[in-house]
């Protein structure tokens, strides 16, 4: 799962970076009005039914075609309100553009609907290798026609037509990869609905978390603003949460295995957080620090304004990595609704941010915002994960101290090498050949000597050393001559 997603954002962010080329940001600002409505319909049915099913280790056929079934339900219904709702949409927004994307995304809706359920199987007896092909082939279809429609067009209709594309995709994909055959039936209503409440309740708040800042910024900033900051979230965000996410998707499975075997779960927890926060760190605080040349070389000069944003939000992807394994842990053991409880705070804290500062501050408030509810949510969620587990809180601090300390480190020393007579005057690009990989050798040699100096305790580091050790032996071993 990790390899797919180093994958699926390597094509991501090359999809971004080319898109940026052809496109304005006001083209990724109106596709973003438009996305916030499909958005909030989607909701409705965000039952989560796949999560469900995986946490249900006796789940049956019912189950299955239960949950495909209302799927498709949902479907259909969000696709006749969205052509409900264009006109409406496009008067909100004052953009007349959005009635025609709106109609089109109303497709998207209907058909990502039908696809087959059977593909949760794929993680719920942790084959993860077809739940990588499954994800990897559906990400390249999608990126190939939105280049396509990109240079072709030059024009949103580009994202547009990529989003259906990948929807049609993951439906022919889902039935050609897995043999199971979906039948309408509404047999098992009652026991899907019993768990996946809870997980409506927490995609509604997570709607809101998510997309209050496109509505708000959309409508109070306009689409520059808006496409702005979106690219910026998503760049700031890349190295964090969606490269360790998939972590998290991939132990979800292994923890509703482990939910009646405490001090397992407590283990298995404890060792994933601890490698989730030696690679989250590093990447958020680094793409902080080099904001400005990462701005600059891979975006361009228009762009310019994503560079204060960019310094916030990755911060913000450090907290948000760090607390992404927790909502495995509660689902594992049948709590969805601490989830729930803990969206419902990020949320209250993030809209009073909203209200209180993008009407000065624009995007920049927002960003702030953002953080500043992670920075709340984060910690309660830690409380509320030791409580349920019985794991002492001096156990996060144990397995975080090392790399926090490290990255604290490794920003002083790029920040001031970067204010240095001989970087300073260098190109952008100069300063990110050089600074990025002196930056990973700063960051890791600081947290093995720190390792070594407390003793060389059980800890991510332990977990890692010998995959470097053996990495390197089998390096050597391909640069060394054989003997004739």
Known sequence: MVLFRLVD?????????????????ADFGLVAMAMSIVAALEILGAFSFDLALIQNRDAERRHFDTAWTFNV??????????????????????????????????????????????????????????????????????????????????????????????????????????????????AARRELFHFSKWLLINNVLIFFTHRSTDLILGRYAGAQALGTYNVAYELA?????????????????????MAERLEELRRGFLDVFALIVLFAVPAGIGITVLAEPVVRVLLGEKWSAAIPLIQILGIFGVLRASGSNSGSVYLALGVPHVIAYLALLFLAVLGTGLW??????????????????????????????????????????????????????????????????????????????????????????SVFLLWAAAGKPSGSEAHLLPVVRQFLGRARAAVTPRPE
């Open 73 to 186: 339900m949902f479907g259909v219904a969000n696709a006749c309100i969205l052509l409900a709702l264009a006109v409406p949409a496009a008067r909100l927004y004052g953009e007349p553009r959005v009635e025609g994307i709106m109609h089109w995304l109303a497709a998207y809706a209907a058909i990502q609907g039908l696809a087959n359920i059977g593909v949760v199987a794929f993680q719920r007896d942790l084959e993860l290798h077809k739940e990588f092909r499954f994800a990897l082939t559906k990400r390249i279809i999608g990126f190939t026609v939105t280049l396509a429609l990109a240079y072709t067009l030059r024009s949103y209709w580009a994202l547009v037509g990529g989003t259906i594309a990948t929807a049609l995709a993951a439906v022919a994909l889902s039935y050609l990869m897995h043999p199971y055959r979906p039948r309408f039936s509404i």
């Open 237 to 257: 965000n890349l190295p964090t949460t969606e490269l360790v996410f998939p972590i998290s998707r991939a132990v979800y499975p292994g923890y509703a295995r």
């Open 9 to 25: 954002r390597s094509i991501g962010v090359v999809s971004t970076l080319v898109l940026a080329r052809l496109l304005a940001p």
């Open 356 to 445: 209180l500062t993008v009407g000065d501050a624009g995007a920049k408030g927002a960003a702030l915002s953002v953080l500043t509810a992670g920075a709340i949510q984060v910690p309660v969620g830690f409380v509320i994960v030791a409580r349920q587990t019985g794991l002492g809180l001096s156990a996060f601090v144990h397995a975080a101290w090392r790399p926090l300390l490290s990255g604290i480190v490794m920003a002083l020393l790029l920040t001031a090498m970067m204010r240095s007579a001989a970087l300073s005057s260098a190109g952008d690009l100069v300063q990110l050949v050089l600074l990025v990989p002196l930056g990973a050798v700063i960051y890791f040699s």
